[in-house]
């Protein structure tokens, strides 16, 4: 197998979990490391995990001339420049087998133009990373289906849930830099889980047409006075001015182009799930057999009595976003493998090493900053979003919701 050289942009908290996962496989070296500051905390877990011996590069630009495969994994408002720099490179004769971009794309669809451009000219295989798709859980729950949907016909709701208590970094919380509030966040998760539940086997993942959305937004917990004062201490965004949602909940009706068969996907997401952590909760129902999947139920649970809790390290060494050190806690001992980090990157080295694009590419990862859209569009309104309709279409394509232009009291 040829060893991909890796080339990570960003050396915050999804650059640290990646690294978790690919320690777990073999075919990936990490080459390069590029980020706002210089990544040395990142460089040491790379040489721990026995990865490699990463240089780290003053910009992505002059990384791209060194490495196989270029790692989007920073944040949201500095996508297009990212893509830029790259193709910059290409330009100037780097030669690249891939790109990879965490999610979402873009924060809207002007953005996300501009990065499917920028990936056409540079003319390099594309992997869109939206790991939940991967997990084993939801793999392992298709395949065991897969005779059973056969005979009885494809799953005809599924319904998508992620939950925690609010994320690790300000620019998260900044509608303006991060596209909106959780609905951009999270929402491209389980929009993206929903559709890809409800494809029949052996279609491709954008094989069902998205044909409506609708949704709802809210500002539940950190509007309230004494959450809007912590966040404002914690992190330095004001939600008295510059509000986003914590709370969004919607449905995206879809077709078969074959059957004509409409099916649906439901979806919530929020940042005020103020249980032990992240919690993924995912059904499917067929006519006559179902699915199930909750990344909290685990069969490792450990307890920390109260007089033992003062000397708890980190509550996250646990379970990703845990909100308590003591008492019952739900352990997830492999985390990366879990969420599906581990086998978004097997499909994207294998995809690489082939040539091709990911299971998931960049036009797919536009159509899911599409479905976010129209569902703040839906929000915003309070209708329902056609996406049968041409004129919404083009609407849609130079949409930037309120929220994300700062104007979020108007919404919320
Ligand atoms: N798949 C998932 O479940 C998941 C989970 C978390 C984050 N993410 C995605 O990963 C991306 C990064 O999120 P994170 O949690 O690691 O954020 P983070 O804030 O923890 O880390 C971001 C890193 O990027 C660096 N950075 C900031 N601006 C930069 C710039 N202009 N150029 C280069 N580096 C820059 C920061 O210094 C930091 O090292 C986001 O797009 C987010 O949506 C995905």
């Given at each position: 197998m040829q060893t991909l050289r890796y080339g990570i942009i960003g050396g915050g908290f999804i650059a640290e979990f990646q690294i978790r996962a690919l320690a777990q496989m073999r075919g990936i070296e990490v080459v390069g490391l590029t980020s706002r500051t210089a990544p040395t905390a990142l460089a040491d877990t790379v040489r721990e995990a026995g990865l490699g011996d990463p240089v780290i590069y003053d910009s992505v630009e002059d990384m791209a001339h060194h490495v196989d495969v270029l790692a989007i994994f920073a944040p949201n408002f500095a996508r297009v420049d990212h893509m830029t720099q790259i193709a910059i490179a290409v330009r100037d004769g780097a030669h690249i087998k891939g790109i990879i971009c965490e999610k979402p794309l873009a924060r809207n669809l002007i953005e996300a133009r501009e990065v499917i451009a920028l990936a056409r000219e540079i003319g390099a295989p594309t992997a869109y990373f939206e790991n939940q798709i991967h997990m084993k859980m939801l793999q392992n729950a298709l395949a065991q289906l897969s005779t059973v949907a056969d005979q009885m016909g494809p799953l005809t709701l599924a319904r998508s849930s992620e939950e925690h208590a609010g994320p690790h970094n300000a620019w998260f919380w900044d509608p303006t830099r991060q596209g909106g509030g959780v609905l951009s966040d999270m929402g491209c998760h389980c929009l993206a889980v929903g559709w890809y539940l409800l494809t029949p086997k052996s279609k491709s993942p954008r094989f069902l047409e998205p044909i409506s959305v609708t949704a709802d937004v809210a500002?539940?917990?950190?509007?309230?006075p004494k959450w809007q004062a912590e966040l404002l201490e914690k992190q330095g965004v004001d939600y008295s001015k510059n509000p986003a949602e914590d709370f969004a909940t919607g449905m995206v009706t879809y077709r078969n182009p074959e059957t004509n068969q409409k099916v649906k996907a439901q979806f919530t997401v929020s940042w005020m799930y103020d249980k032990q952590g992240l919690r993924l909760l995912i059904d499917g129902l067929g006519p006559g057999y179902a699915l199930e999947a909750n990344s909290l139920r685990s069969p490792l649970e450990i307890f920390i009595g109260d007089t033992a809790a003062s000397s708890v390290a980190d509550a996250e060494l646990g379970l990703e976003k845990a909100t308590a050190s003591q008492g019952l806690l739900a352990i997830q001992p492999n985390e990366p493998d879990l969420y599906g980090y581990t086998d978004e990157n097997l499909d994207a080295r294998d995809a690489f090493n082939a040539g091709s694009d990911g299971l998931l590419n960049f036009d797919y990862g536009y159509e899911i900053v599409r479905l976010t859209m129209a569902a703040y569009m839906s929000a915003e309104r309070r209708s329902v979003v056609d996406l049968t309709d041409p004129a919404t279409l083009k609407e849609l394509d130079g949409y930037v919701p309120l929220i994300q232009r700062g104007r979020g009291f108007e919404v919320l």
């Open positions: 500002l539940l917990k950190w509007g309230q």
